[in-house]
Structure formats: structure tokens, C-alpha cells
């Protein structure tokens, strides 16, 4: 005969009470009740939740355990022992009341193992007593909680206060907040100070370094778990667990923690609080690389890095993108649309070898001296002003509901005034990113000499830069023997190529060092026109001619109109 279970469901909510004997003082209750009522043990662990706001049952397993009980998963007749009833709820008195009746009703004996006591939806109706002493557990509890609460909101407000007044410790670091969520993983707080951790540092400039070269999260990822010890509780998720995954490589290059800032809340006022992490980035830095990360390159294959294709930027002039494909050894490139979506033909366009593409597109870029002229209004101090206005609104609002002399209606003024902030503050961030956009030259240093092997990771930063220097480029087949190439930059130029089987071609009053195109096997051509269609070049040389013929034989009136 298959044993009852007995279900130690055992919380804790704080290092602290990790740390000491919690853990080890419940599993010795519940092993004990289980060999005097001869139960099979099942242990239920919820480590670091609260039981204030009821999120062991949202986020942990006592949930779980009410939700397999209903769905008959779990035996109605099994005991579930906990220490005392606070560690099941520590949440206002009727929520807590109504989940300690829920296990009742369901059939649940429930054991606490401080005072020794059984309840069972009889035991409860036949001794109201024992009614009476839950709720009275659960209200101390639920008070305790709430002064406890108050006291690290009060201690947080105090730290807050000392930091926005210059406090320091006596190393120069802030002091840490600890009640305020954990840390970055960063920064080192076992001291009390909030200072550079002297690992993982390093590794956070790393990461910054990798994506402004081009290098996409994934990638990211790989390299630091193949090289580096990855931070605790780096993922929630199984599979990334103590890992370093492409999500937390994403959120910490868009976190503004990155910049030094910390977001705090206390009793509904958001604080922000600049210089309280170790800086990995200036605040420009930090724009700068929110408008890299907005460019978004598409994943690169695994095996070879084709620097125009997923810059979006390389089509046909079709208008459907060029895509690269690897055959024999080499990039080669072909367009991915098709002329008639209702016929379903394809562009007609010949693929063609990469690499003197590649090459020709980085020279002309390399050379080009690129300065983006477009002028943009700045709304940035316009928008902080309103931003900080509205934040004082918010904080005197808040001030009025602390002291009790708020007037109705105040709370929902409050919620909108929030939401306004928020949408203020998004505006902001958007309006300083354009701004680090604009003012940003594309600095292009001299290009690796081993770039052109397709599997060179320098790749990447040349296929960024290529990205970012550029509007547009634009594919042509011309007369099926070779290809036109329009070059749009942002500062509004254009520059044209061709290549046909075996040369490529750039019309020479559009380059600078005429010397380094050479040196790459690039003919400059006087007249480029000639290239692209041969019998349209020569009809209009003799038309130009005729012009010059029937202008030297016109007579002094006829020039001056007289």
C-alpha cells in the first residue's frame, strides 16, 4: 500500500536567513513528523521569496502545490508541514486567511512544527479556537512584515539622501544599498561600497568593446563561455542557467546601469541615482552604442562573414536585397526577389563572385571622407525640462499622500502623471540617441590586410562601418556583362562602380588617393559612362560635337543677341 506524503514546504526570503540555520531547522521538523505518522517525505523549497505580497504563490511552489492538488496531481489527503503558519502567508489578513481555509477545504492536514500543531478542515470547525489563533498568526505576521518593510523603505530613503548629498565611503565608493535589489553583477558590494568587481569588470567593457565591432549576441555569448566564468544567477531560464545567454548580453547593453545609474523606488517616488555603479561607458558612449545596436546587422552564417549581405543596405535594383550564398571556396552574391509576384519569375539577375565587390564597396568607403552634413533640431533640453517639471509634480503629489492631506482624486492624477513621465523619459532617451546618431563621423582606420579571408572576425567591424556609412546600394546587370554598383553615403553622395568579369571600374572624380585604388587592382576610368552602355556613350560625344561645330560658326549678333 502506497504511503501518504507529507510535503515540507520550507521558505525563506532573505541571504540572511539563508545563511543561517533556517534551512536545516525545517528539514529536521519535517523529517521527524514524517517517521512519527509513518508519511513519505516530499520537500518543497521556495528560496528568496516572500510571503508579504503573496509571491511565493505567483512565482514559486506552494502555488504549484495548491494548483497539482486541484488538478487531482497530488493526494487530497496528503499533510503539508511548515514551521509556522507565517510561512505560508505573511500577506494582508483576509488573503491570508482565505489560502489557509483553501488548503483546509481541499483536504490538506497542515502541521506547524514551532508549536507543534495539526489543522484539518474538522479540527477547525469542531474548535473555533483553533480559527482564532490563524488569524491572530496571521495579522502578526502580516504586521511584522509591514513594520519590517517600512523600516528598509526608511533605511533606503536615508541612503538615498547621504548619496544625493555626496556621502562616500572612505575608499571614494558610494555606499551600497542593499535593500534595493541585487547589484550589477559588475560591481563588488561585499565590503559595504559599491566598487568594480575585479573579474567580471573587465568582461563588461569586453562585451561593449565586441558589439561596437559588430559582433551580434549570440556570438557574444559564445566567446564568453568559452573563455570566461559566467556570474551567478546569470538566467532564470534552464537551459542558460549559469550560463552566459544572448538575452543577458542584449539586456545589459541596453541597460543605463551601464552609465553608472541606478533606479531606485521608495513608497512610489522613482530615484535616480547617477555615478552609483562603476562607469563602464560615458553617457555619449552610452548613445553611441544604442544607435549601433538600432542599426541591427542580421546574424552572419557561421562559417564565413559576407560584408554586404544583413546591413541592409545591398539590393537589386529590382528592389528585392541581395543575398550571399558560399560556393567553392567564395561569397558569391544573387538577388532574392522577383520581378511579377503573380507570375512568380524570378529577377533574372546573374549571381556573381563577391570578393572583388567586397573589395571595391571597402576601398571607396575607406577612401571616401564621410561627414554627415543633415542638419537635426535638438529636442532634447525641451524634453528634459518637461520631464523634470512633471517629476516634481509627481513628488509633491506623493509628499501630499504621505502626510494625509491629499485631495480626492489624487491617486488616479497620480497614475496619469506616471504614465507621463515614463513617455517623457522613453522620448528623451530616443531624442539622445538621434542626437549621438547625427554628430557621429564614421572613422574608418586602415583596413586589415587579412580581411579579405571570409572567416576574419575583423570582418564584422568593416561590415558595421560599411552599414553605417551608407544609405544605399544599388545592383544594376548591365547588358549581361558585367554589373553597375550606385553607392549612396548619408552625406547625401553618390558613387559609381563597375565590374565585369575580370576588372572593376570607378569613375576617378569621385576618388581621393588614386595611388591605394591602383594598389588594389581598380582601374579609374575618365570615362566612366562608356562602360555601362558603349553606343549611348558615343551617340552623345557626337551629338556634344555637333553643339561645339554649330557654336563656332554662329556670328557675333547671334551670341551676344543683338
Avoid at 521569496?49 to 503573496?54: C, G, Q, Y
Amino acid at each position: 500500500m502506497e504511503k501518504r506524503k507529507l510535503y515540507s514546504y520550507i521558505r525563506w526570503s532573505s541571504d540572511k536567513q539563508a545563511k543561517g540555520s533556517s534551512l536545516q531547522r525545517q528539514l529536521e521538523t519535517a523529517r521527524r513528523v514524517a517517521h512519527e505518522n509513518s508519511l513519505e517525505l516530499v520537500e518543497i523549497i521556495d528560496a528568496g521569496l516572500s510571503a508579504f505580497k503573496s509571491k511565493h504563490l505567483e512565482h514559486g511552489n506552494l502555488g504549484a502545490f495548491i494548483a497539482a492538488v486541484k488538478a487531482g496531481q497530488i493526494a487530497n489527503d496528503s499533510w503539508l508541514t511548515v514551521e509556522s503558519l507565517d510561512r505560508i502567508s505573511r500577506d494582508e489578513i483576509l488573503k491570508a486567511q482565505r489560502l489557509f481555509m483553501e488548503l483546509l477545504e481541499l483536504g490538506i492536514t497542515i502541521y506547524t512544527g514551532m508549536d507543534n500543531r495539526i489543522y484539518t478542515k474538522t479540527s477547525v470547525t469542531d474548535n473555533p479556537m483553533e480559527l482564532m489563533l490563524s488569524i491572530m498568526t496571521f495579522s502578526r505576521a502580516n504586521q511584522e512584515s509591514m513594520v519590517k518593510s517600512q523600516r528598509q523603505k526608511s533605511a533606503a530613503q536615508l541612503k538615498i539622501d547621504k548619496f544625493k548629498a555626496g556621502g562616500r565611503a572612505d575608499n571614494g565608493y558610494p555606499f551600497a544599498i542593499r535593500s534595493s535589489g541585487a547589484s550589477v553583477f559588475w560591481s563588488d558590494v561585499s565590503d559595504g561600497t559599491v566598487k568594480p568587481h575585479q573579474y567580471y569588470f573587465p568582461i563588461a567593457k569586453l562585451i561593449v568593446s565586441l558589439r561596437l565591432k559588430g559582433w551580434g549576441y549570440v556570438r557574444i555569448a559564445k566567446h564568453l563561455n568559452e573563455n570566461f566564468t559566467p556570474p551567478k544567477g546569470t538566467a532564470k531560464r534552464k537551459y542558460f542557467k549559469d550560463m552566459w545567454s544572448p538575452k543577458l548580453v542584449c539586456n545589459f547593453l541596453q541597460s543605463r546601469t551601464l552609465m553608472g545609474e541606478k533606479s531606485i523606488r521608495v513608497d512610489g517616488v522613482e530615484h535616480i541615482l547617477k555615478d552609483y555603479y562603476p562607469q563602464v561607458m560615458t553617457e555619449s558612449e552610452f548613445y553611441g552604442l544604442q544607435s549601433v545596436i538600432n542599426r541591427k546587422l542580421t546574424n552572419e552564417p557561421r562559417d564565413y562573414i559576407p560584408l554586404l549581405s544583413g546591413i541592409r543596405r545591398f539590393k537589386c535594383v529590382c528592389g528585392a536585397p541581395m543575398v550571399a550564398f558560399y560556393q567553392y571556396d567564395k561569397i558569391r552574391y544573387r538577388c532574392d526577389g522577383m520581378k511579377s509576384l503573380d507570375k512568380r519569375m524570378h529577377c533574372g539577375a546573374k549571381s556573381f563572385n563577391g570578393a572583388a565587390i567586397e573589395n571595391a564597396i571597402v576601398q571607396i568607403c575607406a577612401d571616401k571622407i564621410f561627414k554627415d552634413i543633415k542638419h537635426h533640431a535638438s529636442n532634447v533640453d525641451a524634453i528634459q525640462a518637461e520631464l523634470n517639471d512633471t517629476q516634481k509634480k509627481y513628488k509633491r503629489g506623493m509628499d501630499m499622500i504621505l502626510e494625509d492631506n491629499a485631495p480626492s482624486g489624487l491617486n488616479i492624477m497620480l497614475v496619469e502623471i506616471e504614465k507621463k513621465i515614463e513617455v517623457l523619459q522613453r522620448q528623451l532617451n530616443e531624442e539622445l540617441v538621434k542626437d549621438t546618431e547625427v554628430d557621429t563621423s564614421v572613422s574608418w582606420d586602415a583596413v586589415p590586410e587579412n580581411y579579405k579571408d571570409v572567416s576574419n572576425i575583423e570582418r564584422l567591424e568593416i561590415k558595421q562601418k560599411i552599414q553605417a556609412s551608407t544609405l544605399s546600394i544599388i545592383c544594376k546587370t548591365a547588358k549581361a556583362k558585367g554589373h553597375l554598383f550606385d553607392i549612396t553615403f548619408k552625406d547625401g553622395d553618390l558613387i559609381r562602380f563597375y565590374c565585369d568579369k575580370k576588372v572593376v571600374h570607378v569613375d576617378y572624380k569621385s576618388i581621393n588617393n588614386a595611388a591605394a585604388m591602383r594598389a588594389e587592382d581598380i582601374v579609374l576610368h575618365n570615362h566612366f559612362d562608356i562602360l555601362i552602355d558603349k553606343d549611348k556613350f558615343i551617340e552623345r560625344v557626337q551629338m556634344e560635337h555637333k553643339i561645339a561645330k554649330l557654336l563656332k560658326e554662329r556670328t557675333l549678333e547671334d551670341l551676344f543677341d543683338i
